[in-house]
Every structure is written in C-alpha cells, then in structure tokens.
Antibody, heavy 121, light 107 residues
C-alpha cells in the first residue's frame, strides 16, 4: 500500500531553516507529484506547492515563493521541503501528499503523518 | 485566488441522522473539487474527488454532489466514527485552495 513517512518534529529559532523529508513507498515514486500542505495550530489547511519527482520541476504558491524549496532524491524515493528565514508564524504541521493530478491540479490522495515544526526563540 | 466557504462552521448531530455539509466557491470550479476528513491528531483523508467520485475504502453512506460553485457532502446515516473536521478543496484554478472546514460532532 502507499506510504508516505515523514521526518520527526523539529524546533528551530527564528531566522533558521528547516528541511522536512517524506519517504514514499508502495508505488512508483516518479509518476505522481508530491504536494506540500501546512496546518498551523488549530487552523485549516494551506497548500504550499507541488513537485514532479521525475523532472524535479516544482511550483510554489505565491505566499511561499522565495522561502520554500522542494527537492527529491529518486534513488531513495524521498521528497524534501526546505523552508528558510523561519518566523513564529511558520509554526505548523507540514504534510506531504501524493497528488492525483499534476502541476498543482488534482486531489491529494495519500498523506504523510505530518511533521511539526516549531519556531521559537 | 478562489475562496472556498463552508457551512455550517460546526454542528452536533445524533447517530443515525442524515448530515449535509456545504461548500461554496467564489467562482466556478467545474467539478474539480475534493472532500477530506480529518480527525484530531491525524492527517486528512481523501473522501471524494471530482466532486462525487468516492475514494477507495470510503463507505457508501457518504456521497458527494454539485458542480460549478455549489457542492454538498452528505452522510446518509451518521456513525460514531464520522466525527472530525471536513474540508473541501478546489483544484480547478491555481493555487488550489481549501475551505475553512466544518467541525462535525456526534451528539
């Protein structure tokens, strides 16, 4: 079955960067886009963008342009989300999700367990 | 960007009752809409895509309908395990956007 296993929780200081991993199994990693969604404490879901694991091409929601980078390592079927210049408002659970569609168009069929990133001085 | 508005914000319903959740888009999203269920401490789970196509393993008591700007998620007979927050998501226009969620409690 499809599994997306994310890295453990992180605590970072303001201004630092964080890199979250998402290891995929149970399907062909390069065929389906990986999307990233975050959820601040007690809040709703916010889509950050997508990445095509085959080409490495990525697209970012405008809010995150310049502060987030999606990468992957196909040899270990793992996707990464790196968020820089962290602020307290970036405290959230970050999810990776396998997309049904491409280039940010499509439902999110399978989700990782989430990674809590806490930004605090 | 398209704004998705869900109603009601919260509701409490006894088991066995019929439940209807609504989702409205600020402009047409055709049928490019999905529904998710999220329980406390868990990741969201896909219920429907393409407005009315049930995802794998979703019980038949759940149904989705609508197109354009008005969408509905219906639970025909509420079960105790159906509690949680339900989100709609449009993926017709960039960027894809979510509604703010409807919190469903079992009375």
């Amino acid at each position: 079955q499809v599994r997306l296993v994310q890295s453990v929780a992180e605590v970072k200081k303001p201004g630092a960067s964080v890199k979250v991993s998402c290891e995929a199994s149970g399907y062909s990693f390069t065929i389906y886009d990986i999307n990233w969604v975050r959820q601040a404490p007690g809040q709703g879901l916010e889509w950050m963008g997508w990445m095509n694991p085959h080409s490495g091409k990525a697209g970012y929601a405008q809010k995150f342009q310049g502060s987030v980078t999606f990468t992957r390592n196909t040899s270990i079927t793992t996707a990464y989300m790196e968020l820089s210049s962290l602020r307290a408002e970036d405290t959230a659970v970050y999810y990776c999700a396998r997309g049904r569609g491409f280039s940010g168009y499509g439902s999110l069929d399978d989700w990782g367990q989430g990674t809590l990133v806490t930004v605090s001085s | 960007e398209i704004v998705m508005t869900q109603s009601p914000a919260a509701l409490s319903v006894p088991p066995g009752e019929r439940v209807t959740l609504s989702c409205r888009a600020s402009q047409s999203v055709s049928s490019n809409l999905a529904w998710y269920q999220q329980k406390p401490g868990q990741s969201p789970r896909l219920l429907f895509y393409a407005a009315s196509t049930r995802a794998t393993g979703i019980p038949a008591r759940f149904s989705g309908s609508g197109s354009g700007t008005e969408f509905t998620l219906t639970i025909s007979s509420l079960q105790s395990e159906d509690f949680g927050i339900y989100y709609c998501q449009q993926y017709n226009n960039w960027p894809q956007t979510f509604g703010q969620g409807t919190k469903l409690e079992i009375k």
